[in-house]
């Protein structure tokens, strides 16, 4: 299994938001433990942080499903991004709460499916994610799936 994490951002004004900012340091941490053995087999969850914009806002709140591809086997997830935590100091613990969310939603969907989904092993992911120094990351080197 796989989690991923991803934005959209309609305004490029956003880049600089502590926002932004957060969830690429955490998108760093992820990827720093991408050679973690939990990180190397599906089923995949994939999170997308939908960003308002100056003329583009998400049309929902809060998180929804996506998709889901059987090929590759990664379940697609929304999370609408409210406008007020685009400039908070706890960015990073929304991205990191809206992770477990997530994780919660995908074992719904996989139980529906009578699909192998091993929730704990997501939660113990986002748990070593926590304890990776995040203040060491520079945001010039992390890049978002």
Do not use: C, W
Request: a negative charge; aromatic letters at 10%; charged letters at 20%.
């Amino acid at each position: 299994m796989a989690l991923f994490i991803g934005a959209y951002l309609p305004d490029r004004r956003l880049d600089d938001t502590p926002f932004s900012k957060a969830l690429t340091r955490v998108a760093a941490g992820l990827a720093k433990l991408r050679q973690n053995t939990v990180q190397s087999s599906a089923p995949n969850v994939d999170l997308h942080f939908l960003m308002p914009g100056q003329s583009e806002l998400p049309g929902f709140e809060g998180m929804r499903f996506h998709s889901y591809d059987p090929a590759s086997r990664t379940l697609r997830i929304e999370s609408s991004v409210p406008g007020r935590m685009l400039g908070s100091t706890h960015a990073e613990a929304f991205v990191i709460a809206a992770m477990q969310d997530a994780i919660d939603n995908a074992k719904e969907f996989f139980t529906s499916q009578k699909a192998d989904f091993t929730s704990e092993e997501y939660f113990e992911l986002v748990d070593r994610l926590i304890g990776v120094p995040m203040e060491t990351v520079s945001y010039t080197s992390a890049t978002l799936n």
